[in-house]
């Protein structure tokens, strides 16, 4: 027979599951509301009641050897009698809850009496479904009694219903397994270093560790990456793969290596998830109730068809397949999407849906009747500390409160009219401490006004769920703007800095986290194991201690592919680009860069320190129509424009001056003669301030290099990302000029040019000759 793990959840919610989205009465609020209910609930019940009880079981059914899995909520046994206890909390009318899901919610209890009954040798059972209301608080519960066979019964006659799924489901796993045992890599002969990336994959996952890979653009990480991952997944030790990207361009690539393994006879199930506005068809601009959308009326009837199609059919699931079909059986994409991914071998999804602790993927993470034995790899991982920074830094504008508190008022609801008067005199308060723009770091929040915000949140909670229907955009997003800053408030510890800010007319009140690492650890322990990854994680030591809070862990550096001979690195070392030196080098910096896109027709970019730096250089280049400058906030339009300027073989130079570490510094591919050259002024240093000298302290007080920690190894990040834009492919040949007069101390000739060859330069004909050879060659 064919053995299969199958959780009580993931059964009746496919099988029984009826009814259309609806935010007024199921959205973050009141899944938040409802745990809490639940738990105040269960413990104010007897000596006889156990909760949260762990179950399971097999039952056979026709092919199949069926291991059943769930959590009761709560079991009672007085005597002889046992009762099977459902609890369910809405913010809807109890009796209106019960009528709609009653079939859905008594399948769930039915699994568990099963369950209960196999294991004790009971004969029969009551199930007992508890209904409590967020609104009131009020409790009604309905009973039904069950002989044991009538317990398997039902359950039989649920999974009548599962099984064609199930076969589809089976079917498509057998073809998998088969197919990672039988095929090898996809193509004839690997790159220099693939070998070494796949075995180090490979070995993470065997031995259930955490591994730093620096691999060199062009070794071709993401395909090597998900292909390590085949032999544990054809062992059946892995059930699920996280590919994590922090951008769209890491979505693109990732989806064109899984299209490579199809075309290479693999089977599998790869599944992409993005931002909830970019697949909702009306953009997030109405509310997400049958009443407003179409696609959330009957969803969960209409979705059974579409998950049996896309199930059977698809193997790469991405934004274009998820639209058809959700436009085919007129169901949302977004919460479509998020089912397919149950079924899924492989998902690609941003950062933000594992690691961000408002908005990652609970039903992976926190679902206490089902396993995932999945593993992570974490695509461009040198963004990871930037990214889960922000993720557990949040700020309250003084603005924004207004804005809402103006709608409120215009309500008439006197407990948010006199709630919002009090914290506007907090906020009045803080405004006063200082005439003109201020930041002042505190220790904590006036406890008063940490008080007023929490008892805010609950009553325009209430005020929601007496009022379904309020949809106003300003207060749905200052309501979770507030909830996520009290939820990262819980959590500060030293590792947090709290300030107050006022600038540029508005006031905020802000926590920053300076090392997320403890609560990335926590997520990674869900893991069996994670490869981080990217072409720079050089020093390891500082990625190693700053996303994990440690540097015991294994790592690997992958030298480039390439033709050395393909990249001329020239080192100036003789100019200043510090901030007080900017005025008189920058006539000298200049004179080299128009001396460097000289030497040959071709597409450059020059990379600088910050938009003031770039002002100024553009007084040398104002009339020289090959130059073109990154402009401030550009939009997606203008960034592609701007790159769309960089043309093949061009008859006329082009140069773009761009912000070091801004958007054009990576992630951007321009290959061949697209891009055969960069100019890079400056370390990459941040802009030394309140901010990044609060990491800098953090850093010194627990013993490691602040400095380093807080500026230089950030700047060099940047430096070295710029380089990766020159080469991108074996036959591309390219040069790079970078100019500082600190590039030849240790620190960065240990970072940026290890392993590279270089010249020094001095000046613009030093330049014109080591080029001049470097293009004979």
């Known amino acids: 027979m064919i053995e299969v793990s199958l959780s009580v959840h993931e059964l009746v919610d496919f099988v029984l599951r009826t009814g259309s989205i609806d935010t007024r009465y199921f959205n973050l609020e009141t899944m938040q509301e409802g745990t809490r209910l639940h738990n105040i609930y269960q413990s104010k019940q007897g000596p006889n009641y156990i909760s949260e009880l762990p179950l399971n079981g097999y039952i056979e059914f026709d092919e199949y050897n069926v ?44 699994c568990y009496g099963y369950l209960y009954c196999k294991e004790h040798d009971v004969d029969e059972a009551e199930v007992c479904l508890t209904y409590i209301s967020q609104v009131d608080e ?32 089976t079917k498509r796993h057998k073809e998998m397994v088969e197919s990672f045992k039988k095929y090898s890599f996809p193509f004839e002969s690997k790159r220099k270093g693939q070998d070494e990336l796949i075995s180090s994959v490979d070995e993470a996952l065997k031995t259930k560790e955490i ?56 089977k599998f199930i790869a599944s992409t998830l993005s931002a909830k506005e970019k ?3 009306f953009k997030l601009d109405r509310p997400c109730t049958p009443k407003f959308c179409p696609y959330a009326e009957n969803f969960y009837y209409r979705e059974r068809e579409a998950l049996f199609e896309i199930i059977a059919n698809e193997s790469i699931i991405d934004l274009s397949i998820i639209r058809y079909y959700s436009e085919k059986h007129k169901i949302c994409p977004f919460e479509f999407n998020l089912d397919v991914l149950l079924y899924s071998d492989f998902i690609v999804c941003d950062l933000n849906y594992v690691f ?41 504008s003084y603005e924004d409160f207004k804005t809402t508190r103006k709608i409120y008022d215009a309500l008439g609801d006197k407990k948010i009219k006199n709630l919002t008067k009090n914290i506007n005199h907090d906020f009045r308060l803080f405004e006063s401490m200082e005439e003109d723009d201020f930041e002042m770091e505190v220790q904590q929040f006036d406890e008063t006004f940490i008080k007023h915000l929490k008892k805010l949140r609950e009553v325009m909670l209430d005020y929601k769920e007496k009022n379904p229907d309020f949809n106003e955009n300003q207060c749905r997003a200052f309501s979770l703007n507030l909830k996520t800053f009290l939820d990262i408030y819980q959590m500060v510890d030293e590792t947090f800095v709290l300030y107050i800010k006022k600038e540029d007319n508005d006031l905020n009140i802000s926590i920053q986290s300076i090392d997320p690492s403890k609560f990335v650890r926590e997520r990674l322990s869900q893991f069996e194991s994670t490869v981080f990854f990217s072409a720079t994680l050089t020093p390891f030591e500082f990625y190693e201690n700053t996303i994990l809070g440690r540097n015991n862990v294994k790592s690997l550096a992958i030298p480039s592919p390439f033709d050395p001979d393909n990249f001329k690195v020239m080192v100036n070392n003789t100019l200043s680009v510090k901030y007080k030196d900017r005025e008189s080098t920058i006539s000298d910096i200049a004179k080299q860069i128009n001396a460097y896109v000289n030497c040959r027709i071709g597409n450059y970019l020059v990379f600088v320190p910050s938009f003031a730096y770039l002002e100024l250089l553009r007084k040398y280049f104002y009339n020289d ?36 570490g801004g958007s054009f510094s990576e992630g951007i591919d321009l290959i061949g003669s697209r891009l055969i050259g960069a100019v890079i002024v400056g370390v990459g240093i941040p802009q030394i301030n309140k901010e990044n000298d609060r990491i800098k302290e953090y850093y010194d007080s627990i013993e490691l290099n602040g400095f380093e920690f807080s500026y230089t190894y950030p700047g060099i990040n940047k430096v070295m990302q710029a380089m990766g834009r020159v080469i991108r492919t074996k036959d591309d040949k390219g040069s790079v000029l970078l100019i500082d ?22 000046n613009e004909n030093d330049i014109e000759k080591e080029l001049k050879t470097f293009y004979k060659k």
């Open 138 to 169: 009020g409790v009604i519960k309905k009973s039904f009694k069950y002989t044991f066979q009538e317990f398997k019964n039902a359950l039989i006659g649920y999974l009548l219903k599962y099984l064609n799924f199930q076969r589809i489901l």
């Open 279 to 281: 697949e909702c068809p």
């Open 67 to 110: 291991f059943l899995h769930g959590r009761a909520d709560g079991i009672i046994v007085e005597d002889e009698k046992v009762i099977i206890e459902e609890i369910k909390t809405t913010n809807m009318p109890l009796e209106k809850f019960f009528e709609e899901n009653k079939d859905w919610h008594l399948g769930q209890a039915v």
């Open 356 to 396: 961000n602790p408002t908005s990652y993927l609970k039903r992976f993470f926190e679902m206490p009747d089902k396993t995932y034995f999945s593993a992570a790899l974490v695509d461009e991982s040198h963004n990871f500390l930037s990214r889960t920074r922000d993720m557990y830094s949040i700020s309250l």
């Open 741 to 762: 007069n600190r590039l030849l101390w240790q620190k960065y000739k240990d970072t940026i040019l290890k392993n590279r060859p270089y010249v020094v330069v001095k």
């Open 211 to 266: 591994y730093f890979i620096e691999a060199s653009t062009g070794i071709g990480k993401t395909i090597s990456t998900i292909y390590g991952t085949f032999d544990e997944i054809a062992n059946e030790h892995l059930n699920k793969v996280f590919y994590l990207c922090p951008k769209n361009s890491g979505f693109d690539s990732s989806i064109n290596a899984f299209k490579i393994l199809c075309e290479g006879k693999f």
């Open 625 to 660: 129509e090959r130059f073109v400058f990154q402009e401030k906030n550009m939009s997606a339009n203008q960034t592609q424009e701007f790159l769309e300027d960089f043309k093949i073989d061009p008859e006329v130079s082009r140069v773009g001056v761009c912000v070091l």
